[in-house]
């Protein structure tokens, strides 16, 4: 029963460090155009460590929740993940399409899931 508990609270903190990293996102970089973006030194590295704990949060998550939060895109997070660690190119692209699209969609369907699941973001023991 104590290791329930255990994993109820890991997983909704773990929820709601994504959900602050992902607003983070959104506000440090609204309005930014794309080179403007990448040409900003701690913009740009900002973005990327948050982009970095948003991608190692979602794969902490256990198998269960990647059942019931299938629209996470936890490949896609994996792949972007691997991209923001790889050549300059690369992960210029990849932090790009997450700033534009991963982000903003994961935001979404997190807003869902509270409404629809909100017993997977209380932090509180069952």
Do not use: C
Not at 51 to 72: K, N, R, T, V
Request: glycine share 6%; proline share 4%.
């Amino acid at each position: 029963m104590a290791n329930i508990r255990t994993n109820a609270l890991f997983n909704a903190a773990t929820l709601a460090n994504i959900e602050e990293a992902g607003s983070s996102i959104l506000i440090l970089t609204e309005g930014l155009e794309r080179e403007e973006f990448l040409r900003s030194r701690l913009t740009r590295g900002e973005a990327v460590r948050l982009l970095q704990l948003m991608a190692d949060s979602i794969g902490q998550l256990p198998a269960s929740l990647h059942e019931a939060m299938p629209e996470l895109g936890f490949d896609g997070w994996r792949s972007t993940a691997k991209q923001l660690a790889g050549a300059r190119e690369a992960a210029d692209e990849a932090l790009w399409f997450a700033v534009l699209s991963l982000v903003p969609a994961t935001l979404m369907w997190l807003r869902t899931y509270r409404h629809n699941q909100p017993e997977l973001f209380v932090f509180a023991t069952p």
